[in-house]
């Protein structure tokens, strides 16, 4: 199954790991296809950037450039087009429909309420992390 996770699903994962941190999980056993693309590692970069994530990454012993080259490895990279949704309150989520459609994703996983609201895309469902992870266990 392919999935395009949100930021704000790889920071939770990343930095506090609990029901988020199964993403991780199922990628590195290769039940779940995480797809990505470069304007979405960028946006995680500069966010992992930010001054109150800072001392989370470092009590867990990670450095930023280790959570992104971890994120790489578990990862499928797609290119992107230019997307333009106009029912998006933030212009930035369009990057994650752009990578949903550009990697054929089966799921967009994601915590922001803008996106959750259009409940799918193209066909593609968007849901919350929650949500995928008690269907996927049932």
């Known amino acids: ?3 395009v996770l949100d930021t704000n699903i790889w920071v939770s994962a990343w930095l506090w790991r609990g029901l988020l941190g199964n993403f991780i999980h199922l990628a590195r056993q290769k039940q779940i296809i995480i797809c990505t693309s470069e304007p979405l590692l960028t946006e995680l970069e500069n966010t992992l950037s ?3 994530l800072q001392k989370r990454i470092l ?7 280790q959570l992104l080259i971890g994120t790489r490895e578990i990862s499928n990279i797609y290119l992107i087009t230019e997307l333009n949704v106009p029912e998006l309150r933030d212009p930035d989520d ?3 429909l752009a990578t949903a459609i550009a990697s054929k ?7 922001d ?4 609201t259009l409940i799918e895309y193209q066909k593609i469902p968007i849901m919350t992390a ?5 269907q996927w266990e049932n």
């Open 105 to 111: 994703a089966d799921v967009i996983i994601t915590g």
């Open 130 to 134: 929650k949500t995928f992870l008690n």
């Open 113 to 116: 309420q803008d996106l959750l």
């Open 50 to 52: 930010y001054k109150k």
């Open 1 to 3: 199954m392919k999935v």
């Open 59 to 65: 009590s867990l012993n990670f450095t930023k450039e």
């Open 94 to 96: 369009n990057i994650i």
